[in-house]
Structures are given as structure tokens and as C-alpha cells.
């Protein structure tokens, strides 16, 4: 039983246009969710995350918006450049956990074509 | 730099010889993870620490199993690898109670042969 699904396994984007990495979750009770961005024989590193009291956060070119009622997030890039070509992984947190306990999507290979 | 640091890179080990994994952290955290990522799979987390406090999840297999000396470090043990346990193992912290960012290591890619 997967809980947060992002269902595109990859996305092709020229640099300079806007990236959009979608992520769907299916449980109500998740209330925290983060994007990492993961380069190969690296670790994820933190992009930017957001509290279900809020619909949007930006961070410089990267913003995420949430839509609850639809249980979906988005992450958009813009503009995208050709250092953004990674792996992006959403992950969410229940409000039960008091030890941030997440769950990770599969990930979305992104590549920006210069 | 505060981080947290993964030894070995890489290991490979035999079928059934027990490996341990290394995780040191300088971030201070109360919270250590493990987890098990497998190739095109989301990472799925094993068990965590929040400081001595041991946090199995429940469809982790016995084989796998953790420590914690210290706030510093953390130990994957895994005492019979099969093939099935080849991934790549990743440690993360986090401060502690409530939603967490957590911070990743660059993780152990453990090969079985």
C-alpha cells in the first residue's frame, strides 16, 4: 500500500522553461511534506518543504504548493537549469509521529536539457 | 561543516556473512534513521533511534538489527545478508519531536555475492 506515489518516473525539461514534479498521497492524517533532490552515489539533500496550513512555500527558483482537498503537491523550478537534473523525491509526515517519520514517493528523475 | 557521514561508500560482503554499516553524525540530533533504498524504489525506512530509544518498524526483518553508543553514532548490523538485502542503506537525523526535516548521509551501496 503505497501512500505517496509520484507517477511519473521521469520528466524532460529544456533549461530556462518551468519543471513541475507532481506527487500524490492517500492518507489524511500526513501534515508535514518535503522535496529532496538526490544526485547519484549521493544522499537526498533538503530542497524545501510545507506545513498542511499553508497552500504555498517558495524558496528562491523552487515553490511547492499543496492542495489537500485533492491530497496532491507540486513542485515547481523555475527556471530550470541543467545543475537541477537529479532525482526528486516527496516525502510526507504523519502528525502522529513525534519522531518526523516519513514516507518517500518513488521519485522523478528530472533532466534539463541545456 | 556539520553533516553526517556514512563508512563504508561501498561493501561487499557474502551471502549470509554478517556486515555492519557506520552512521556519525556532527549535527547534535536526538533522532537517528536507517534506511533501505532499492534500485527505482522509494527509501523505505528500517527502524530509527530518538536518543537510546529504539524504534522498530513493523515489517523490518530480524536480521536486521541496530545500536546506538552514543548521541554521535549509529550502527546497521545485518547478521545473515541475503541477496535480497543488496541496496543502498541510508542514515539520516533530525532534531527531534514533531514534523522533522531530516538530513541525510550519502549512504552505503552494500553489495552480496
Known amino acids: 500500500d503505497q501512500q505517496v506515489k509520484q507517477n511519473s518516473p521521469s520528466l524532460s525539461v529544456q533549461e530556462g522553461r518551468i519543471s513541475i514534479l507532481n506527487c500524490d498521497y492517500t492518507?489524511?492524517?500526513?501534515?508535514?511534506f518535503l522535496w529532496y533532490k538526490k544526485y547519484p552515489a549521493e544522499g537526498p539533500t533538503f530542497l524545501i518543504s510545507i506545513s498542511s496550513i499553508k497552500d504555498k512555500n517558495e524558496d528562491g527558483r523552487f515553490t511547492v504548493f499543496l492542495n489537500k482537498s485533492a491530497k496532491h503537491l507540486s513542485l515547481h523550478i523555475v527556471p530550470s537549469q541543467p545543475g537541477d537534473s537529479a532525482v526528486y523525491f516527496c516525502?510526507?509526515?504523519?502528525?502522529?509521529?513525534?519522531?518526523?517519520?516519513?514516507?518517500f514517493g518513488q521519485g522523478t528523475t528530472l533532466q534539463v536539457k541545456p | 561543516d556539520a553533516m553526517v557521514i556514512q563508512n563504508p561508500r561501498y561493501q561487499v560482503t557474502q551471502f549470509g556473512k554478517p556486515v555492519t554499516l557506520s552512521c556519525s553524525q556532527t549535527l547534535n540530533h536526538n533522532v537517528m534513521y536507517w534506511y533501505q533504498q532499492k534500485s527505482s524504489q522509494a527509501p523505505k525506512l528500517l527502524f530509527h533511534y530518538y536518543d537510546k530509544d529504539f524504534n522498530n518498524e513493523a515489517d523490518t526483518p530480524d536480521n536486521f538489527q541496530s545500536r546506538r553508543p552514543n548521541t554521535s553514532f549509529c550502527f546497521l548490523d545485518i547478521r545473515s545478508p541475503g541477496l535480497g538485502d543488496a541496496a543502498m542503506y541510508l542514515c539520516?537525523?533530525?532534531?527531534?519531536?514533531?514534523?522533522?526535516?531530516?538530513?541525510f548521509g550519502p549512504g552505503t551501496r552494500l553489495l552480496v555475492l
Open positions: 539520516a537525523t533530525s532534531r527531534g519531536q514533531g514534523p522533522q526535516t531530516q538530513y
Open positions: 492518507n489524511s492524517m500526513f501534515d508535514y
Open positions: 516525502a510526507a509526515s504523519p502528525h502522529s509521529s513525534n519522531t518526523g517519520k516519513l514516507i
